[in-house]
């Protein structure tokens, strides 16, 4: 005889009478069922759906700025925490209630007050962080936001363009990725590539491709004031932005930038090409590559930054692999399908992928310059 899950309605059949409808264990061609493994999933979902619910939760705490007043007041109480910040109780406590059951927060049942701890409170509050993840949270919402939209393109064998997304994907991906350029960039990947910041040091001109928002731009034009850096992205209100943002930072004297697709960017010569995580979101990234081969002087360097990423399935199946796989299915590939080429590279490619890619665009030289959790480095010369 076996378990009965009363309580869920799941049974574990004691019987072969193939017309009972139970749950079959001894059906033929009918797998047993292990109803501890079954109830393991079912709770485990709770949780799925739990973490896919904190997506909209954090970034509200992010936009109303509740993460930021707990790190700036301590523990507190919902009351507290809803007249600070200008909402109502009842959002305050339940947004409160929810973060505590997910253990962002801490709750001290007898005075009633939530905490934000101090690690956390960097990881919520901090921009300036490598760690800061309220983008994460927020182009992942963005992206689910538009499921619909992939679902449907996925019918009809279409694709989903970046410009098609919510905005929350677009500012989303350049909060995110931000902190990590800030924290890498100048102190670490540029300094890994072979006689590149001498040659910035002294000046020279640099092409950004896909560059978004321009942070990755703004940075370089910002450490090296002698070189010139021209940011391309093919999504004109990203480059609207990235205007805009080099212009508050002061560092409009060296960088500019227009709108073109990565097989069509302006200028040749450049000693240094970038690509930051977009290269795998392109309908031609081979097309792309050999664009960059036209353009770059003979001694050029080819810096392509991508998420991290092994050659095999199973050397990406990790957390960190997960959310990239997810983003893959629901962002980056749609990306690639809507474009010319289609190539829908993934982006969990590897650097196996890439290096051939180069190969085929007739560059000679590549290797993995640097690594980082999220990230992966290639140094690509001709």
């Known amino acids: ?15 072969n009478d193939p017309g009972t409808d139970d749950v079959g264990t001894g059906n033929a061609g009918q797998a047993e069922i292990d109803t501890d493994k079954l109830m393991a ?44 910040t200008e909402t109502p109780l009842p959002y305050a406590r339940e947004w409160l209630s929810a973060q505590s059951a997910g253990q962002y927060l801490g709750y001290d049942p007898e005075t009633q007050r939530f905490n934000l701890p ?43 363009g970046w410009h098609q997304h919510h905005v929350d994907v677009h500012v989303g991906c350049e909060r995110f990725f931000r902190p990590g350029y800030a924290a890498n960039l100048v102190s670490a990947w540029l300094p890994a590539l072979d006689d590149v910041v001498d040659k910035l040091e002294i000046g020279t001109t640099v092409a950004d491709v896909g560059c978004g928002h321009g942070s990755s731009t703004i940075l370089m034009a910002q450490e090296y004031g002698r070189s010139r850096f021209v940011g391309s992205d093919y999504h004109a209100a990203s480059i609207e932005v990235a205007r805009e943002r080099a212009e508050a930072a002061g560092a409009g004297g060296n960088v500019s930038f227009e709108v073109a697709s990565a097989a069509e960017f302006s200028g040749s010569g450049y000693q ?21 081969r036209e353009v770059i002087a003979p001694d050029g360097t080819w810096m392509v930054v991508e998420p991290a990423a092994g050659d095999q399935i199973e050397d990406n199946l990790n957390p960190i692999g997960r ?19 289609a190539a829908a590279l993934g982006t969990q490619a590897g650097p196996a992928r890439i290096r051939d890619l180069t190969a085929q665009a007739g560059f000679t030289r590549f290797r993995i310059a640097a690594q980082t959790p999220f990230n992966n480095v290639f140094e690509i010369r001709p």
């Open 323 to 341: 959310a990239y796989y997810g983003f893959s299915t629901l962002l980056c590939t749609p990306a690639s399908l809507s474009q010319p080429g």
């Open 1 to 15: 005889m076996t378990d009965t899950i009363s309580d869920t309605g799941i049974n574990d059949a004691a019987t």
């Open 118 to 160: 101090p690690e956390l409170a960097v990881a919520l509050t901090d921009e300036s962080s490598p760690a800061f993840l309220p983008g994460f949270f927020q182009i992942a919402l963005g992206t689910a936001r538009d499921a619909d939209k992939v679902i449907a393109a996925a019918r009809d064998a279409q694709g989903v």
């Open 272 to 292: 240094l090409v970038t690509m930051f995580d977009c290269l795998h979101d392109m309908g031609d990234p081979l097309g792309a590559a050999q664009h960059v």
């Open 41 to 84: 999933f079912v709770l485990r979902a709770v949780d799925e759906v739990g973490a896919t619910l904190n997506c909209a939760l954090v970034t509200m705490g992010d936009q109303l700025g509740y993460y930021r007043d707990l790190a700036e007041h301590g523990p507190t109480t919902a009351a507290e925490l809803a007249a600070r």
